[in-house]
């Protein structure tokens, strides 16, 4: 049974840049939500997706947008990239049910973006 | 300031030592949830706490809820290399507010 996966699992982007981030939820599941993890920090909630909408979202700047696809896949964009959006970038699929409860959470291992 | 403050920042510990980490909440603590994280890896639940006063052990993993601290703390005995990491705390609400992260180093 395979767990979250994003992709890529590394990048480097150039100021301004627009960069696009994939995930691939737990088989089952059908929430997914997305943390910026920056060095030395928790992660930070960004935005959760039920049902290919928004459903919740984070101290996030508009630049910061997603998708959730028909087979519950998602993307985050982020457009006009700063040199503070370098940071590991978490998907976390779960149960719409499941929300709140940690043990319902699987986590992927993250995008690791480099702005420059 | 953070809702959720973890201490140390980071910490060395010899091989075999005992080790606590804390992580307090600047609002009532509902439930907590520990997490250990490794470069490269997601993030790995270890325990969950729901109620004051609850405490649970995972091999040699112990956590503990003190609901009028508003603090729990996670306690290692006798640590191996594998427990390197960071340990992360969330608080038990839809956008999982993590705690700001202890960097565990063990040092043979």
């Known amino acids: 049974d395979a767990g979250v996966t994003q992709s890529p699992t590394h990048l480097i982007k150039t100021r301004g840049q627009q960069v696009t981030l994939r995930c691939s939820p737990k088989s089952g599941h059908d929430t997914v939500s997305w943390y910026q993890q920056a060095l030395g920090q928790g992660p930070q909630f960004i935005f959760q997706?039920?049902?290919?909408?928004?459903?919740q979202r984070g101290n996030f700047p508009d630049r910061f947008s997603g998708h959730q696809f028909p087979n519950y896949s998602s993307e985050l964009n982020v457009n006009a990239l700063l040199l503070g959006d370098s940071a590991l970038y978490l998907c976390?699929?779960?149960?719409?049910?499941?929300?709140?409860f940690g043990y319902g959470y699987t986590f992927g291992s993250g995008t690791r973006l480099t702005v420059v | 300031s953070q809702e959720l403050e973890q201490s140390p920042q980071s910490l060395i510990v010899q091989e075999g030592k005992n080790l606590t980490i804390n992580c307090t909440s600047s609002k009532t603590l509902y439930g907590l949830y520990w997490y250990k994280q490794k470069y490269g890896e997601g993030l790995i639940f270890l325990m969950m706490l729901q109620k004051g006063g609850e405490e649970k052990s995972h091999e040699k993993i112990t956590a503990k809820l003190d609901e009028k601290k508003q603090q729990s703390s996670l306690h290692i005995t006798a640590s191996q290399p594998s427990h390197a990491g960071i340990y992360l705390c969330r608080l038990g609400n839809e956008k999982l507010t993590f705690g700001t992260g202890t960097r565990l180093t063990i040092i043979p």
């Open positions: 997706y039920y049902e290919e909408e928004e459903r």
């Open positions: 976390a699929s779960s149960l719409v049910e499941d929300r709140g």
